[in-house]
């Protein structure tokens, strides 16, 4: 079964508006999270890595105070896109490691992001 | 910096064959890699990872190799049927961290 949540799966708001989106992993603990962009028929992007109970370290070109992220617990971790534009629309997707495990990098789902 | 490339970007084939999908990468001092399976508008599921002390990892009718001195992995499918049709990606981790960069994947379409 899924080992890396995440909600909501899709969502649909309008320009301006904030968007929170929130990734878990379930039976493992996960002090480093993952969060990527995958725009359509393009690979995946790393946008940022989330850190547990520190600040999240962004990759060159995201502007951090659009995209908020928050590490408040072993298990989960939020993306907020704030202000949102059309432009931000895209597939977001975070991922989480089991340090203990021998698994390699566990995906979520995916959130499929409209801004309209 | 890391980077990871495969060839071809899209592949079709009839039912039955045994496919090779390519993937190379230009940092060696990676400690595994992963590949993954892409549904349209799907999340990633993990396939196979190969620790870096591996030469190969297999399930079912997969099996990949890496090839650390080269920078290069194959992922080999057995037998494929229609239900293999996705896209394919590899990734390798970059600069000795947890992050992972991605290929730009193989959309593969197997038809019956």
């Known amino acids: 079964g899924a080992v890396v949540s995440q909600h909501p799966s899709w969502v649909i708001c309008k320009s301006g508006t904030s968007v929170k989106i929130e990734c878990r992993s379930l039976?493992?603990?996960?002090?480093?999270m993952f969060w990527y962009r995958q725009f359509p028929k393009q690979s995946l992007m790393l946008m940022a890595t989330?850190?547990?109970?520190?600040?999240?370290?962004?990759e060159q070109g995201v502007e951090k105070d659009k995209f908020l992220i928050n590490h408040a617990s072993l298990t989960l971790s939020t993306l907020t896109v704030t202000s949102a534009h059309p432009e931000d629309s895209s597939f977001y997707i975070c991922s989480a490691r089991d340090r203990v495990g021998k698994r390699g990098t566990d995906f979520g789902p995916g959130t499929r992001l409209t801004v309209t | 910096k890391q980077e990871v490339t495969q060839i071809p970007a899209a592949l079709s084939v009839p039912e039955g064959e045994n496919l090779v999908l390519n993937c190379s990468f230009t940092?060696?001092?990676?400690?595994?890699l992963q590949w993954f399976r892409q549904d349209p508008g799907k999340g990633l599921t993990s396939l196979l990872l190969?620790?870096?002390?591996?030469r190969e990892q297999t399930s079912g009718r997969l099996n990949a190799s890496l090839d650390k001195s080269s920078g290069r992995s194959t992922l080999y499918i057995a037998a494929s049927q229609p239900g293999d049709s996705a896209t394919y990606l590899c990734a390798a981790p970059t600069g000795g961290s947890e992050k992972l960069v991605f290929g730009k994947g193989m959309k593969l379409t197997v038809n019956p």
């Open positions: 940092d060696s001092a990676i400690y595994n």
């Open positions: 190969i620790q870096s002390s591996q």
């Open positions: 989330s850190n547990e109970g520190s600040k999240a370290t962004y």
């Open positions: 039976d493992f603990q996960a002090t480093t």
